[in-house]
């Protein structure tokens, strides 16, 4: 049984830091692309950043870009969400996935249950 168990979300004012984490289970992880994905209140999911299995490949949504760092440690099974310079626009439920690959992200796989970040301004 596949489990994708995400933590460290929360409430941060303007211009803090928060980091994410996910515990994977079930999975052969360093197989498997992992990414972050947030779903903004009344909008659709979007992708905000990915690592391939052996994470030395990253892309990251240009909103992003320069703010926010995904790693991972395989021996652990766990991935990583650094937010940095945070934004109220930022204030969303952010999910891991699970993914075969880069090209698959989104389509295929496993998601966790999502944890809350929200922003002060």
């Known amino acids: 049984q596949v489990q994708l168990v995400e933590s460290g979300g929360g409430l941060v004012q303007a211009g803090g830091s928060l980091r994410l984490s996910c515990a994977a289970s079930g999975i052969i992880f360093s197989r498997n692309a992992m990414g972050w994905y947030r779903q903004p209140p009344g909008k659709q999911r979007e992708l905000v950043a990915a690592?391939?299995?052996?994470?030395?490949?990253?892309n990251y949504a240009d909103f992003v870009k320069g703010r926010f760092i995904i790693s991972r440690d395989n021996a652990k099974n766990t991935v990583y969400l650094q937010m940095n310079s945070l934004k109220p626009d930022d204030t969303a439920v952010y999910y891991c996935h699970a993914a075969p690959n880069l090209a698959t992200m989104g389509y295929q796989g496993y998601w966790g249950q999502g944890t809350q970040v929200t922003v002060s301004s």
């Open positions: 690592s391939t299995g052996g994470g030395g490949v990253t």
